[in-house]
């Protein structure tokens, strides 16, 4: 007998899910379906791949050993796959990871632009921290990732993209005074920030740091979602994405602070592995130069 890319890939997806239910669904086939490929991949070896003693797929010793190596066969195919094939050909799936920003507003029109020129992508988005979705490229879990540009590592080839210019803002009724506020008037007041697992909040803090801006009362959030509303509500100021905040402002819900020194911009970037350079990564490198715009509608617009 040989060993097929069939049975890999029921292999890869039952330990990546946890259950072979879960694997059949991910392969458009049935669970009978994926325990042959998985019974014939052990016929071949002469060996159990998973504990049936376990309620949940767990790999035996050497089933693990098989799938270090079976991860390394699909690397293998799909690299060949993107060399040979033209855009229109090509069918493989791409994991794209975006923080909130990014997923609330451009994300759709880069997805459209890569669906549009490689129409048998399977393409499959993931929002997280930025923390994670660099822990996920380094370990292959994903393919391409869209973070604050805070991250300088050879492993990966990195393009540039657009800037995000935040303010401090609040409700109107939280702060009366209009007049600039220096760091000693901000840091007495309660301030909303993004923890250090997000790039954004990287980058303030050691912004915060450089200008020498203690804040006493604080309050970290490790979703930009969850910022924003708490802002609405009330409780503190926080920076926020301008253009992407113009609905509240215009409405009246939040207003601008005017603190001196201004917050920094921040650069966004689209990071991928040095070893999975192709003519795909590059593209998709191209359409989200193309397509990179925080100027559209966060949540709530129209």
């Not at 702060?175 to 997000?198: G, H």
């Not at 001196?260 to 130069?289: F, I, K």
Request: with cysteine.
């Amino acid at each position: 007998m040989v060993i097929t890319f069939k049975q890999i890939e029921a292999l890869y997806w039952i330990a990546e899910l946890g259950n072979f239910a879960l694997a059949a669904d991910k392969l458009n086939t049935t669970q009978s379906a994926i325990s042959k490929r998985i019974n014939e991949l052990e016929s071949v070896f002469d060996m159990e791949v998973f504990d049936r003693s376990r309620r949940n797929a767990k790999l035996t010793e050497k089933g693990a050993e098989l799938l270090a190596l079976s991860k390394d066969m699909l690397d293998m195919r799909d690299h060949v796959l993107e060399r040979m094939s033209s855009p229109e050909t090509l069918h493989k799936r791409f994991r794209i990871g975006v923080t909130e920003l990014t997923a609330l507003t451009w994300l759709p029109k880069l997805v459209k632009m890569i669906s549009q020129s490689y129409p048998k992508l399977i393409i499959e988005p993931q929002v997280e921290l930025s923390s994670t979705l660099l822990e996920k490229l380094g370990n292959d879990s994903l393919d391409m990732i869209i973070v604050p540009d805070v991250y300088d590592d050879a492993a990966y080839k990195v393009c540039r993209l657009k800037t995000v210019k935040n303010a401090w803002m609040c409700t109107p009724d939280y702060v009366s005074a209009d007049d600039v506020l220096d760091f000693q008037r901000l840091s007495q007041l309660n301030v909303l920030t993004q923890s250090n697992l997000s790039g954004t909040g990287v980058i303030y803090e050691r912004w915060f740091a450089q200008n020498n801006l203690k804040i006493s009362r604080t309050l970290l959030s490790n979703s930009l979602v969850a910022q924003i509303g708490l802002t609405l509500s009330g409780i503190g100021v926080s920076y926020l994405p301008i253009a992407a905040m113009k609905k509240y402002l215009d409405s009246g819900f939040l207003k601008i602070l005017h603190v001196t020194p201004q917050l920094p911009e921040v650069r966004y970037a689209a990071l991928y592995r040095a070893d999975r350079d192709s003519r795909l990564y590059s593209d998709v490198t191209c359409y989200a130069a193309e397509t990179c715009d925080f100027d559209g509608v966060l949540i709530g617009g129209s």
